[in-house]
């Protein structure tokens, strides 16, 4: 061993440039990306390391500072994978907004994290341009992603690369400071930041890269179809790079005909994506035998919801091997079930059975379910909250809020409630948080239930998460009529339509003449899921 406080191993820190760097081991190797209008752009790794540099350097030359934050409001493509690399590379953070939420949402996100750069897509501009005047961006440079000249009044995406040193070499960064920040939506309160330090996304993206999680290298073909705004894109934007793979970036275009067309032209062996976006290519796969053929062992990770165990079986009915995962955006990559060689010979039920179940920690994730009396037992039916650590989970909000997400023994408290089996597999039977999750995006019921009981024919309202084949949830609205009022669904859903976008909206109303509550007076909404868990959409 070394002399008396001698590091015994190099103190290297786990930086996102870092990835940069090794980036340049599979300069040749593809990056394919859709445009609005449907072509395809073909570019290397060493075309976006030279950018992602050029970039790096642009911002700094602009007096970006580290840790001031640049936005994007942008789909996946090239430019968006260029402000991944690129904006840690500076020492900014690098803050990704999501295109769905509401335009009251988004300017609250943009102010609370102080974004002082934003970059957007010119066919984004229209949703930009719904809330431009409530925030305080200091620059806005617009991705031409359509080919059209950029709009008056705002600066161009591609003349800032161009500005940039494309050999600039990043300084040097704290592993520990953030790189990259993503909000949580929908939750009960106001969206909370999260931050990623330069360490945990490395270390996600590598966790990624091994054996028995997503097992990406560089033999294969990712198609990325989680928004790169959701989650770090479940870190697919560091993961690929890192370990070479092919990337396919599908721009807007996230409808079934398009993704079956892109994995097949594009031989895809890996994607990733929400159970409804799955649901649609694989009903469109099915429908239309033999037009999309697909690359032999091509692996789906299904994640943001529970996949109906349907799925899971039409996949395989396709030769897709499907991985079930389950994360959160305090925790990027968490929880995942595999067919493991051990099961391959198991019944077919059985199968399923596991594979439905979330199942365990990735390496270096640590997980726990916790009852009010302490760790439950793994007998598979006791129900507890689910909590995890690990070297990439948040450690606290954006501004320290909600501090009591995490224990005093520091494990996150993730909302949501699950048992264990005796073989250590997790499944989640419910949530704590009081939301419906509709096709991988949040709806605030609360919001919802607020809103209902400002009008004026209602008395009292409820709103809850019901099944649904295709969004996994949908909600349903319980109203109590004020007395002699007969509110119609389709005044009510106008009424919520000035505030909320079209898919927050209640896709039924049922009224009742009362509502069912708790013993302390809240509404028993665990009453009512059950209740209306058979619900027929139909
Ligand atoms: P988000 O932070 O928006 O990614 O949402 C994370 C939440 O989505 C988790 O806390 C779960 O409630 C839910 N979720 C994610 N993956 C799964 C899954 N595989 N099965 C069930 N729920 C999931």
């Avoid at 050029?54 to 602009?62: D, E, H, P, Q, Y």
Wanted: with cysteine; net charge neutral; glycine share 8%.
């Amino acid at each position: 061993m070394g002399n008396p406080g001698q590091p015994v191993s190099m103190d290297f820190p786990l930086t996102t440039p870092r990835i940069l760097d090794r980036a340049r081991v599979y300069a040749d190797v593809g990056v394919v990306c859709r445009r609005p209008d449907r072509s395809l752009v073909r570019t290397t790794y060493g075309e976006v390391v030279r950018r992602a540099r050029a970039l790096a350097s642009a911002l700094r030359n602009l007096g970006v500072r580290p840790q001031d934050r640049v936005a994007t409001l942008c789909w996946n493509h090239r430019e968006h994978l260029e402000c991944y690399l690129g904006v840690p590379a500076s020492g900014a953070v690098l803050h990704t907004l999501n295109l769905r939420l509401h335009p009251e949402e988004l300017a609250y996100i943009v102010e609370h994290a102080q974004d002082r750069v934003l970059v957007v897509d010119d066919v984004l501009l229209p949703l930009f341009e719904t809330f431009r005047e409530r925030v305080r961006v200091e620059r806005i440079f617009v991705v031409p992603t359509s080919g059209k000249p950029v709009p008056p009044g705002y600066d161009s995406y591609e003349e800032l690369v161009g500005s940039g040193d494309p050999d600039f070499a990043p300084p040097e960064l704290s592993e520990t400071s953030p790189a990259m920040m993503c909000y949580t939506s929908g939750t009960t309160g106001r969206p909370k930041g999260v931050a990623y330090s330069h360490r945990a996304l490395v270390l996600a993206a590598l966790a990624t890269l091994v054996a028995d999680s997503f097992a990406i290298s560089c033999a294969d073909t990712v198609l990325a179809t989680v928004p790169m705004f959701h989650v770090a894109g479940w870190v697919l934007p560091f993961s690929a790079p890192l370990a070479g793979a092919r990337l396919v970036l599908p721009g807007p275009h996230l409808d079934p005909r398009s993704l079956a067309e892109l994995l097949s032209a594009e031989r895809a062996t890996f994607s990733a994506g929400v159970p409804t976006v799955w649901l649609g290519v694989v009903q469109l796969l099915e429908r239309e035998p033999g037009r999309w053929p697909l690359a032999p062992g091509l692996r789906v990770a299904l994640g943001g919801s529970a996949p109906p165990e349907a799925l899971l079986r039409a996949m395989r009915r396709l030769g897709i091997r499907p991985v079930h995962g389950w994360g959160m955006t305090e925790v990027l990559v968490g929880i995942q079930s595999h067919l493991r060689p051990w099961m391959e010979g198991w019944p077919e039920e059985r199968q399923y059975e596991a594979l439905t179940k979330q199942g365990t920690p990735v390496p270096l994730l640590e997980a726990r379910v916790v009852s009010e009396v302490g760790e439950v037992a793994p007998d598979g039916r006791t129900p507890g909250e689910l909590q995890v650590r690990g070297p990439w989970v948040a450690a606290g909000y954006h501004r320290g809020e909600a501090p009591d997400s995490w224990t005093p023994d520091g494990w996150f408290r993730t909302g949501d409630v699950a048992v264990v089996d005796p073989a250590g597999q997790i499944r989640i039977v419910d949530r704590t948080k009081d939301l419906i999750k509709s096709g991988g995006e949040w709806i605030s019921s609360v919001d919802l239930e607020n809103a209902l009981m400002a009008h004026p024919k209602v008395q009292e309202a409820a709103v809850v998460a019901v099944p649904h084949p295709q969004w996994m949830e949908r909600p349903l609205a319980v109203v109590v009529p004020r007395p002699g009022q007969t509110p119609t669904p389709e005044e009510l859903r106008a009424f919520l339509g000035q505030r909320f976008p079209k898919w927050w909206l209640p896709d039924a109303f049922v009224f009742a003449t009362e509502i069912p509550k708790t013993s302390t007076g809240k509404l028993a909404k665990a009453v009512l899921r059950e209740r209306y868990r058979t619900w027929s959409w139909r």
